[in-house]
């Protein structure tokens, strides 16, 4: 099964590279009908997009949900007295 | 002029320590380099203390510090490895595709939602184990990419490596990834294809 003048390999490649950076456009457009006709390579498509949006909302939420972190005790208290000896240097 | 803002280090680790370590740890996975950065940030801000006018808030500020410390270590892990396997993942492609470039191992459909998903405790321990697998240059630009939102200009200077480098390792990266969680988050959903 051939589908237009791309390989589902390269088509991968491409879709991959359109989330760094704007692509040729014969690229594009190959890469567009390609999509339309494969099942897989589109579904492959939705799951980076998938990926990138899970990950951003982790990095971006997680911290505000049940996820957050607390600074341990000891790094807290390490941190508190380093910005103590560093505030009273004389200038 | 205006109300200059006031700031009061001594309450920073009380007021922004929690935040700003959570938001290191989820960039770094590793607790004591996160509480390391958290500390560079704090002593770094004081330094510039004067610097910092006032126009956005001091979590926000504080929060930019961080980010380029951030940026920092993985600026410096890349140099601790000079030559990395970015050859590694190969394999991945191998197994997912024939000869002739077409699907081998196909896609499968996930029946998942973002907005459900990243709150998931297990799922982004999955995630985080697939990323380990990664070599160190591989996660590297991943992380760089996706977790920091870096441009692709700017990740190319921090590992030093060209474009046309970084986009090969990020395609192997998701490939990776995608195959991975997979194999170990989705494969229950899995619906085969007929």
Redesign the interface.
Known sequence: ?NHWMF????V??MV??S???KLPLYQRIGVRIHLLMC???S??KK??L??????????E???D????????PE??E???K???N??FKPK | MGNRKTYN??E??EQY???????A???VQD?SIA?DI??ET??AA??SLKNFKGRSSERTWLTGILKHKIVDYYRKKAKEQPVDDIEYHLET?DEI?DE????KV??A??A?D??K???E?E??KV?HNCLSELSSRLSSAFIL???I?ES?EEICKVLNIS?TN??VM??RA??Y??RC?EINWFATDIVE?A
């Open positions: 099964m390989k589902c390999k390269e991968t490649r991959s590279e989330l760094d950076r099942k897989f390579c579904r492959f799951q980076l998938f990926l990138r949006e899970t990950i951003r909302l982790h990095v939420r997680g911290k949900t049940e996820l957050s972190t607390k600074l341990p790094a807290r390490r941190i508190r380093s910005i103590q560093n505030s | 280090p001594k920073w680790v320590g929690d935040y700003l370590y959570g938001f740890l989820a960039r607790p509480e958290v500390q704090f002593l004081l330094h492609l595709f002739n470039g077409q699907w196909k896609p459909k996930w998942a973002p907005q998903l990243y709150e405790r799922f982004m995630l990419r996706e977790m939102g692709t474009a970084l986009w990020l395609y998701r490939m990834l995608r969680l294809d």
